[in-house]
T-cell receptor, first 114, second 112 residues
Framework: QQQVKQSPQSLIVQKGGISIINCAYE??????FPWYQQFPGKGPALLIA?????SEKKEGRFTISFNKSAKQFSLHIMDSQPGDSATYFC?????????????FGAGTRLTVKP | NAGVTQTPKFQVLKTGQSMTLQCAQD?????MYWYRQDPGMGLRLIYY???????DKGEVPNGYNVSRLNKREFSLRLESAAPSQTSVYFC???????????FGPGTRLTVL
């Protein structure tokens, strides 16, 4: 079963609106929570990431909110633009034998309408 | 810097055929990974390699083998392809204790 649950599966937002994608996890050994952005035909690329000792991280229009007690984190895209249309994956990482063992959510396809 | 490169970009196989997917990185990373991406499933780790000469199984290793040829190259082999292995395959690399994984452009594989 998926260790990181992501919702919604798809999201349509008007230009200028706020896009919100949510993720939940169970394993408290996770210590790093990135969000990846993927455009069609491309590999995922890191967008923004947070550690569990911080409740919020903001980079430009992108913000991660993190709730450690609820084991949930979310991505907020402010002033959404058509160029933000992509698939977004949340992920959670724990070290396993000196490796980044990353578990991904199922993805959210975001469409921003002009 | 090319980053992570993968070949081929597309491949069609018949059931039972074998093939090797190639991956190379020029970022001097120690760790490399193979993922498969399926609709509604996100990315799932097939195998990873912490360093040259070492490999370990991930979530979904059955039906695959890997070789860490040197620090730059990490290949994924399907010995006897099955339709269930139809997927998009991504290679990634990272520093040993680095946080970010860098992904290649992917190989779209169809098994008929």
């Amino acid at each position: 079963q998926q260790q990181v649950k992501q919702s919604p599966q798809s999201l349509i937002v008007q230009k200028g609106g706020i896009s919100i994608i949510n993720c939940a996890y169970e394993n408290t050994a996770f210590d790093y929570f990135p969000w990846y952005q993927q455009f069609p035909g491309k590999g995922p690329a890191l967008l923004i990431a947070i550690r569990p000792d911080v409740s919020e991280k903001k980079e430009g229009r992108f913000t991660i909110s993190f709730n450690k007690s609820a084991k949930q984190f979310s991505l907020h895209i402010m002033d959404s633009q058509p160029g933000d249309s992509a698939t977004y994956f949340c992920a959670a990482r724990y070290y396993l034998r000196n490796n980044n063992d990353m578990r991904f959510g199922a993805g959210t396809r975001l469409t921003v309408k002009p | 810097n090319a980053g992570v490169t993968q070949t081929p970009k597309f491949q069609v196989l018949k059931t039972g055929q074998s093939m090797t997917l190639q991956c190379a990185q020029d970022m001097n990373h120690n760790s490399m990974y193979w993922y498969r991406q399926d609709p509604g499933m996100g990315l799932r780790l097939i195998y990873y390699s912490a360093s040259e000469g070492t490999t370990d199984k991930g979530e979904v290793p059955n039906g695959y083998n890997v070789s860490r040829l040197n620090k730059r190259e990490f290949s994924l082999r399907l010995e006897s392809a099955a339709p269930s292995q139809t997927s998009v395959y991504f290679c990634a690399s990272s520093e040993n204790r680095g946080n970010e994984q860098f992904f290649g452009p992917g190989t779209r594989l169809t098994v008929l």
